[in-house]
C-alpha cells in the first residue's frame, strides 16, 4: 500500500472463518468527522474483485442497510469490499447532503473524478473513499441508492432502476438482475427499468472511466414502500450479480445478519399494518447500543430470516393488517419461532396480534381485547377498541414489573393510542399472563368504555412453548425516558443474552 492509500485507510486484524475465506475491517477518513467503516472477505480464490457502496446520500438509508447485510454473506472465490456508510453524518441526519458543506461540495456524488478531468475526488469524504477504490482495484463497482418515485410512473425520479455503463459485462447480467428482482413485484409500473448513464461525478462513474470496473447504480424507491421491502431489492439484485460471477450460493440473498454477534439479534417487521413511527422509534432506542436490528417484511419471515434472530418485533399500526400481511404461512413461522425459544415483543397492534381472542391473531398470549362492537343511541355502531387521538395516561409498574423494566417508582406518564385492554382468556394449554404494568389513568371516547381501562395491565409477560411473550398496550417507545425501560423489556424476551 502507498502512502497516499495508508493516510484514509487503517487496515484491522484479520480473522479466519471455518473455511480459507479470511475477513477484515478498516477505517476510511480515519480520524475526521467523515469516518466510517469498510469491510472485506477475501476468499483465499481467484476471481473477481466486487466493491459495493451504501449510504452515499444520507436520506437513502435502505442501500446504508442493505450494504451492512450483504458484508455478512460467505463468498466462494474472489473478494468483496463493502462501505455501507460512505456518508455516516448525513444518515444520522436523514439529509441527503454531506453536513456543513459548501454548495458546491455539499453533494457527495459529485465530487468524483469527472470525464476527462483530472482523476482526482474533490475534498472529504470523497478523496478517502476513491484511495481505498484505487487500492481495491475492483473489476465491478455497485453503488446502493434509492430514489423519491417509481421512474416508470414520475420519469423525473430514477426510483426503481439500475443506472449502468452498459458494455458486454453488464449487458450479460443487468437484464437478469432486472427479470429476477421484477418477479417480486406486483405492480408493472412499480418494475426496475435499465436507464443510462451514471451521472458526471458519481462514484459509480468514475470507477469505470477511471478504473476500469463495471460499474452500475441501483436505486430503489423511497415512496410508500417499508425499508424492509427496499432493501430486499437491493439484497436480490445484488445476490443475482454475485451468483452469476460464482461468489455465493443460492438462499444467500436472505442472509440480513452474522451467525454470531455481541449482543441481541432483532428483527422489526416493518411492513404491512405497521404505522410510520414505530420502526423508527425502535431504532432510537437502541442506537449506539450493542444488539443488531435489522427491519424485516412478511416476505422475509415466510422466508424463514426468523432463525437468524433472538427476537421479533411487532409495533404499533393494525393487529388484522399486520395479521393479513403475514398470511396462514408467516403467522404459523412466527409461532413456531417462539415455540423453540425465540422471543417476541408486541407493541399496542403487536399485542393486539399476540392475544388469543381473534381468528387471525397469533394465540400465543393468553390475553383477550376489550373489542366488543355496540350500538350506541344516535351514534350507531362503533367498536370499543377506538379510544380517539394519542394522548398520555397514567401507568404503574407492578413489583415483578421493577424487577424487570427497572426501578422506576409511582405513577408516571405514557403515551397511548388505542393499544388493547387486556384481561385473562383463559385459553387452555397456555399458562396464564403476569402484569408487570397498570394503568392508573384511561381515554376513553364512549360511554361503554368508561371505567374499563383503569387499573388494568398495560404491560404483560408469559411464555408460550420455550420462548418468552411480552405485550405493551401504551408507546413507551416514544419517549426517551422510558427507552432504557423498553430496552429491559426487550431483553427479558431472550433470558440467555
Known amino acids: 500500500m502507498n502512502r497516499a492509500v495508508s493516510f484514509f485507510i487503517f487496515v484491522g486484524l484479520s480473522f479466519g472463518?471455518?473455511?480459507?475465506?479470511?475477513?477484515?475491517?478498516?477505517?476510511?477518513?480515519?480520524?475526521?468527522e467523515w469516518e466510517t467503516s469498510y469491510y472485506q472477505r477475501d476468499s483465499g480464490?481467484?476471481?473477481?474483485?466486487?466493491?459495493?457502496?451504501?449510504?452515499?446520500?444520507?436520506?437513502e438509508p435502505a442501500g446504508a442497510r442493505a450494504a451492512e447485510q450483504i458484508r455478512h454473506w460467505t463468498i466462494n472465490k474472489g473478494r468483496l469490499i463493502v462501505v455501507p456508510k460512505v456518508n455516516k453524518p448525513g444518515l444520522m441526519a436523514d439529509i441527503r447532503y454531506l453536513p456543513g458543506k459548501p454548495k458546491d461540495l455539499r453533494d457527495l456524488n459529485r465530487n468524483f473524478p469527472k470525464t476527462k478531468q483530472d482523476p482526482t475526488a474533490k475534498d472529504m469524504p470523497?478523496?478517502?473513499l476513491w484511495e481505498l477504490l484505487k487500492a481495491s482495484k475492483p473489476d465491478w463497482f455497485i453503488d446502493l441508492?434509492?430514489?423519491?418515485?417509481?421512474?416508470?410512473?414520475?420519469?423525473?425520479?430514477?426510483?426503481?432502476?439500475?443506472?449502468?455503463v452498459k458494455g458486454e459485462l453488464a449487458n450479460a447480467i443487468v437484464p437478469m438482475m432486472l427479470e429476477v428482482v421484477n418477479a417480486t413485484i406486483a405492480d408493472p409500473k412499480k418494475k426496475l427499468v435499465r436507464l443510462r448513464y451514471p451521472v458526471n461525478g458519481s462514484v459509480a462513474r468514475a470507477a469505470h472511466e477511471k478504473l476500469g470496473a463495471a460499474s452500475m447504480i441501483l436505486e430503489t424507491t423511497k415512496k410508500d414502500q417499508p425499508i424492509s421491502k427496499r432493501t430486499r431489492q437491493h439484497r436480490i439484485m445484488v445476490h443475482t450479480l454475485l451468483l452469476h460471477l460464482g461468489m455465493v450460493n443460492k438462499g444467500t440473498a436472505h442472509v440480513l445478519a452474522p451467525s454470531k454477534a455481541e449482543g441481541l439479534k432483532i428483527a422489526v417487521y416493518d411492513a404491512g399494518g405497521v404505522g410510520g413511527s414505530g420502526p423508527r422509534n425502535l431504532d432510537k432506542v437502541f442506537t449506539g447500543k450493542k444488539v443488531i436490528l435489522r427491519r424485516v417484511g412478511a416476505v422475509d419471515i415466510r422466508a424463514g430470516i426468523l432463525d437468524?434472530?433472538?427476537?421479533?418485533?411487532?409495533?404499533?399500526?393494525?393487529?388484522?393488517?399486520?395479521?393479513?400481511?403475514?398470511?396462514?404461512?408467516?403467522?404459523?413461522?412466527?409461532?413456531?419461532?417462539?415455540?423453540?425459544?425465540?422471543?417476541?415483543?408486541?407493541?399496542c397492534a403487536g399485542a393486539y396480534l399476540a392475544a388469543s381472542n381473534y381468528k387471525w391473531s397469533l394465540g400465543i398470549s393468553n390475553h383477550k381485547t376489550f373489542c366488543e362492537t355496540i350500538d350506541l343511541p344516535e351514534i350507531g355502531r362503533k367498536s370499543m377498541w377506538y379510544r380517539g387521538a394519542s394522548s398520555p395516561v397514567k401507568m404503574e409498574l407492578t413489583e415483578e414489573g421493577r424487577k424487570i423494566l427497572g426501578e422506576v417508582k409511582g405513577v408516571f406518564?405514557?403515551?397511548?393510542?388505542?393499544?388493547?385492554?387486556?384481561?385473562?382468556?383463559?385459553?387452555?394449554?397456555?399458562?396464564?399472563?403476569?402484569?408487570?404494568?397498570?394503568?392508573?389513568?384511561?381515554?376513553?371516547?364512549?360511554?361503554?368504555?368508561?371505567?374499563?381501562?383503569?387499573?388494568?395491565?398495560?404491560?404483560?409477560?408469559?411464555?408460550?412453548?420455550?420462548?418468552?411473550?411480552?405485550?405493551?398496550?401504551?408507546?413507551?417507545?416514544?419517549?426517551?425516558?422510558?427507552?432504557?425501560?423498553?430496552?429491559?423489556?426487550?431483553?427479558?424476551?431472550?433470558?440467555?443474552?
Not at 325 to 338: C, H, N, P, S
Not at 427 to 445: H, I, M, N, P, Q
Open 413 to 497: 406518564d405514557v403515551r397511548y393510542h388505542n393499544g388493547p385492554i387486556m384481561s385473562a382468556m383463559g385459553k387452555e394449554g397456555l399458562g396464564a399472563f403476569r402484569s408487570l404494568a397498570t394503568f392508573r389513568s384511561e381515554v376513553s371516547r364512549y360511554k361503554p368504555q368508561e371505567g374499563t381501562m383503569v387499573n388494568t395491565p398495560a404491560i404483560i409477560v408469559g411464555e408460550f412453548g420455550k420462548g418468552r411473550v411480552l405485550c405493551i398496550s401504551p408507546h413507551p417507545e416514544s419517549t426517551p425516558d422510558l427507552y432504557k425501560l423498553v430496552r429491559n423489556a426487550i431483553r427479558w424476551t431472550v433470558p440467555n443474552k
Open 126 to 128: 470523497a478523496s478517502a
Open 145 to 164: 441508492h434509492e430514489g423519491y418515485d417509481f421512474h416508470q410512473i414520475n420519469s423525473d425520479s430514477v426510483g426503481s432502476s439500475i443506472i449502468d
Open 45 to 59: 480464490v481467484e476471481g473477481p474483485v466486487v466493491f459495493i457502496t451504501g449510504g452515499v446520500h444520507g436520506n
Open 308 to 347: 437468524q434472530f433472538d427476537l421479533v418485533i411487532f409495533p404499533g399500526g393494525s393487529g388484522s393488517k399486520q395479521a393479513a400481511a403475514l398470511e396462514m404461512e408467516g403467522r404459523e413461522v412466527v409461532k413456531k419461532f417462539i415455540d423453540q425459544g425465540g422471543g417476541f415483543v408486541g407493541i
Open 17 to 32: 472463518s471455518f473455511s480459507a475465506e479470511k475477513l477484515s475491517s478498516g477505517l476510511i477518513a480515519k480520524g475526521t
